[in-house]
């Protein structure tokens, strides 16, 4: 997967040498692009596509896109157009796919086998969800979900619960969700679920439903299988059912973005970027020898707000010799990135700080 193939039109207009293409519905950017400036161009930002893009068509009206509301006291359909006139805000977060790390797992998985690079920190722009649902009466009774959908076309033969990218998170999850049409201050682009995308800050990837037709506050979960049985976290073996946990609230992680290859002795600029999910990040610690010893490194650059991520960076004068170079952050709650990731049978989230190590040689 790791030599550069020409990109698919939908992201024809993304930087090849920056990315990894896996399949044609999932791109990873490599380790170390990015940069150390916080927000992630988008020409950048990785791709994972559950069904093909819908077609260009979708965004050549963009302000006549439709989304349903329900669940308020007064449902209504609206344009991105009235959308726009509801209210405006911004926010970054790190968007992150669930399976980010799984090329770190030792058991065999079935998905890309992502290692750093399913994940980006991006300002997305839009209407704050709460606003809209104000604007229409209020929530109405028995809102225990919010339940997006997405608006592919789904082809013809198969039963629509089977493959419709529709997830459901808890209400609360409403108070900083944003129906977003801009992207680092871009129109939303297609790849990334342009005209409208619903934007749910510390929650995993498949939560943030890309062009999303209809936003709906239900009493139960979607019974759709990509939440009802998909992103489930159980033990290696299981299939996947509604009573395991759901990839909701993302977890504390951070990883070194540079240096990746062999260095030069002397003053070396150890970096990389950290983020607490759904809690802002403390602290990161930086260990030089595959984690005997770790020393505190600081944040660069601006504090975006808890849902960002916070690039690192540690100063060190290195002799020469074999390093094994890793992170571990620390959120605001004290929950430290462990050592290792326990198994899951997807292969979700690792964070463990030893399989996100580099191992450098400085000469
Ligand atoms: N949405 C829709 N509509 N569709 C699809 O497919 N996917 C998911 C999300 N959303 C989808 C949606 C996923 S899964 C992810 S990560 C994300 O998205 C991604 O994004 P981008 O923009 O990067 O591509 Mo995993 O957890």
């Known amino acids: 997967a790791a030599e550069t193939k020409e990109l698919p039109d939908y992201v024809s207009w993304k930087d090849a040498d920056k990315l990894i293409m896996h399949t044609e519905q999932t791109l990873e950017m490599k380790r170390g692009a990015g940069g150390t400036s ?8 990785y791709i994972r596509n559950n069904l ?15 989304v349903s509301i329900e669940g308020v006291n007064d449902p209504r359909t ?13 926010v970054a977060t790190v968007l992150q796919c669930s399976g980010n790390g799984r090329g770190f797992y030792e058991h065999e998985t079935s998905g890309s086998q992502w290692l750093t690079g399913a994940a980006g920190c991006i300002l997305w722009s839009g209407v704050p969800v709460r606003k809209v649902v104000e604007e229409l009466g209020g929530l109405a009774d028995g809102g225990n979900f919010m339940t997006s ?3 592919e076309q789904l082809p013809e033969g198969v039963e629509e619960k089977d493959i419709i990218v ?11 969700a944003i129906l977003a049409w801009e992207m680092n201050g871009d129109e939303m682009p297609l790849a990334h679920g342009g005209p409208l ?6 929650y995993y990837g498949i939560n943030n439903v890309k062009y999303v037709k209809r936003v709906a506050f239900t009493e139960e979960e979607t019974d759709a299988k990509i939440q009802a049985s998909g992103y489930r976290v159980r033990p290696v073996g299981v299939d996947g059912a509604p009573d395991q946990p759901s990839m909701w609230e993302m977890q504390v992680k951070s990883w070194v973005t540079h240096p990746l290859k062999d260095s030069e002795s002397g003053r070396v600029q150890i970096y990389g970027v950290a983020f607490g999910g759904d809690k802002p990040v403390e602290k990161v610690e930086v260990s030089l020898d595959g984690g005997e010893s770790w020393q505190d490194a600081s944040f660069i650059g601006p504090d975006l707000g808890r849902f960002a991520w916070r690039p690192f960076l540690l ?20 929950n430290v990135q462990p050592e290792s990731t326990e198994p899951n049978h997807r292969g979700y989230d690792y964070n463990g700080w030893d399989r996100l190590a580099v191992e450098v040689t400085v000469v």
């Open 38 to 45: 916080v927000i992630t161009p988008n020409e950048e930002v």
């Open 52 to 66: 093909p893009s819908p077609d260009e068509s979708i965004v050549a009206d963009r302000d006549a896109w439709e």
């Open 78 to 90: 609206l344009t991105v157009g009235e959308l726009k006139n509801i209210g405006i805000e911004t």
């Open 149 to 151: 959908t997405g608006g």
């Open 166 to 176: 529709e997830r459901s998170v808890p209400a609360e999850a409403m108070e900083n």
């Open 197 to 202: 995308r619903m934007i749910v800050p510390g």
């Open 315 to 334: 100063t060190a004068d290195l002799e020469p010799g074999d390093y094994v170079i890793t992170s571990r952050a620390t959120d605001s709650d004290g």
